[in-house]
Nanobody
Framework: EVQLVESGGGLVQPGGSLRLSCVTS????????MGWVRRAPGKGPEWLAR????????SYAGSVKGRFTISRHNFNNTLTLQMNRLTPEDTAVYHC??????????????????WGQGTQVTVSS
């Protein structure tokens, strides 16, 4: 059974940082392109970032580029998202996602069955 379990969310003040983790099992993590998506209140899902199987390539949505960093640890099947300079607009449920291919990864927003259950991030003073 494929499992993606996120953690690390919480309440943070504007300008603060959080580090999200996603522990995976049930598939060959080191063979999988991985990504992060988020769902903000009242909005559709937004793709945020992707990372290649060996971590050598990453790419980001414009809304988070320069503030968020995706990384992976294949030795323990873990994906992370370091989030800096958070703003209230970053308030959302954050999901890690298993992508089919590098090229198709942004389209993972349309396949919630590929996501974990999510972790809530709230940015507020």
């Amino acid at each position: 059974e494929v499992q993606l379990v996120e953690s690390g969310g919480g309440l943070v003040q504007p300008g603060g940082s959080l580090r999200l983790s996603c522990v995976t099992s049930g598939f060959t993590f080191s063979d999988s392109v991985m990504g992060w998506v988020r769902r903000a209140p009242g909005k559709g899902p937004e793709w945020l970032a992707r990372i290649s199987t060996n971590g050598g390539e990453t790419s980001y949505a414009g809304s988070v580029k320069g503030r968020f960093t995706i990384s992976r640890h294949n030795f323990n099947n873990t994906l992370t998202l370091q989030m800096n300079r958070l703003t209230p607009e970053d308030t959302a449920v954050y999901h890690c996602a298993r992508c089919i291919t590098w090229a198709d990864c942004p389209a993972v927003v349309f396949t919630p069955t590929s996501w974990g259950q999510g972790t809530q991030v709230t940015v507020s003073s």
